[in-house]
């Protein structure tokens, strides 16, 4: 261990972000299952105050990594907002990943006005995750994964069996092809699930599923009901064309009660 706390071999840390302190069991979830999967230490960042050591540590296990709390001033006490907090924090840090959960009184960045969450995502310099806040991610026993072959699938695994091996849970790599679809259609799809299956490395508890739908956020969501979290990659589509046409993530997590992560690779 350095002096300033980091691991010495690997200390870029999981940076969690806590906009509700006594709150934001997922976000700190997610921050110590990437920093265990990674041998990387949790540095706990709260954009309105700095987190309180003992109320912080709670998602601590005894083999977890090692935890370091940010002083920061509060966006109140200096008029930054939580997004410029956040960014500064990631690159003084030198943080691997953000993680955020979004608070009950937000909804995904579909509407006009911009959330405190979604301002966060977009001004970080660093890969993002993002958990809607909806049930609990310990004892996982099985996870969705939807792949579509965007740029966020290999993050998108990556969170997805840091959770896994935290939990023990199964992952189902899930790819969706119209009804009828012909065959380039399906070997595109099936090379999704083959470009996700690569990023799990050695990781042997996951099945593959091509499924036929017309909606695929409709499927996703019907399947959830036989899954503990769905975990898959950030609209590729514009804010704006977000907010006209919608967008399949933005859909499923509207339309499931069980948590749904989101990756944001940068």
């Known amino acids: 261990m350095g002096e300033d706390g980091t ?3 690997n200390g870029r840390p999981v940076l969690g972000t806590l906009l509700d302190p006594t709150g934001d069991t997922q976000a700190r979830e997610l921050s110590f ?8 230490p949790v540095r706990l960042l709260s954009p309105g105050r700095v987190p309180d050591a003992q109320g912080s540590s709670t998602a601590a296990r005894a083999d977890g990594p090692p935890v370091q709390f940010a002083c920061t001033e509060s966006a109140v006490g200096t008029g930054r907002s939580p997004a410029d907090i956040v ?3 990631a690159v003084d840090a ?3 990943v953000v993680t955020v959960e979004r608070p009950s009184s937000e909804t ?3 509407g006009l006005r911009r959330e405190t969450t979604d301002r966060i995502v977009d001004n970080s310099p660093i890969d993002t995750v993002v958990a809607n806040g909806n049930g609990e991610l310990d004892d996982l026993a099985s996870i969705l994964v939807p ?3 965007g740029p966020h699938t290999e993050l998108t695994v990556r969170v997805a069996r840091a959770l896994a091996d935290r939990e023990n849970a199964w992952i189902e790599l899930f790819t969706v092809v119209p ?3 012909d065959a380039d259609r399906r070997s595109a799809a099936a090379g999704h699930l083959a470009d996700a299956r690569g990023h799990l490395g050695d990781f042997e508890e996951f099945d593959t599923w091509l499924y036929e739908a017309d909606d695929p956020a ?3 969501a019907e399947q959830s009901a036989y899954y503990d979290a769905i975990i898959m990659g950030a609209p590729t589509k514009s804010h704006l064309k977000r907010v006209v046409f919608g967008s399949t993530t933005d859909s499923v997590d509207e339309s499931v009660d069980i948590p749904v992560v989101t990756a944001v690779s940068k």
């Open 218 to 220: 409709a499927a996703i």
């Open 147 to 149: 792949v579509a072959g």
């Open 33 to 40: 299952a990437l920093a265990r999967e990674a041998d990387r």
């Open 108 to 110: 995904p960045g579909t």
């Open 7 to 9: 691991s010495p071999r």
């Open 179 to 181: 009804t009828g679809a």
């Open 87 to 89: 960014a500064q924090e």
């Open 94 to 96: 030198g943080a691997d």
